[in-house]
């Protein structure tokens, strides 16, 4: 089992940043892969950015791409994700999910694909 532990979410207004980390504990040989998901009220979760801890390989939504970069700390087993010119409909609760296999083709940003989460951390974005 590894626990995911996520922080620094809060309130922001527009066009302001954030940085959330989600640190690993336990079995890490379980975040192969780790991500970061969101949800909105009312929304599905959604992908936003996923990295291959082995390599260094990143993956953004297209909603992000440009203003939110994903990386990674190995020495404290923590992935970080900055948030830079954030917008209202960036407001939701973010989760950090952690997987040793790699997700399938085209697959990284579906929920499924991870079996390990966090508790999620707020963001709050404010027009």
């Known amino acids: 089992q590894v626990q995911l532990v996520e922080s620094g979410g809060g309130s922001v207004q527009a066009g302001g940043s954030l940085r959330l980390s989600c640190a690993a504990y336990g079995y890490t040989y379980s975040t192969n892969y780790m991500g970061w998901f969101r949800q909105a009220p009312g929304k599905e979760r959604e992908g936003v950015a996923t990295?291959?801890?082995?390599?260094?390989?990143?993956y953004y939504a297209d909603a992000v791409k440009g203003r939110f970069t994903i990386s990674q700390d190995n020495h404290k087993n923590t992935v970080y994700l900055q948030m830079n010119s954030l917008k209202p409909e960036d407001t939701a609760l973010y989760y950090c999910?952690?997987?040793?296999?790699?997700?399938?083709?085209?697959?990284?940003?579906?929920?499924?694909?991870?079996?390990?989460w966090g508790q999620g951390t707020q963001v709050t974005v404010s027009s």
């Open positions: 999910a952690a997987d040793y296999r790699a997700p399938s083709p085209g697959g990284w940003d579906s929920a499924l694909q991870y079996t390990n």
């Open positions: 990295i291959y801890t082995g390599g260094g390989s990143t």
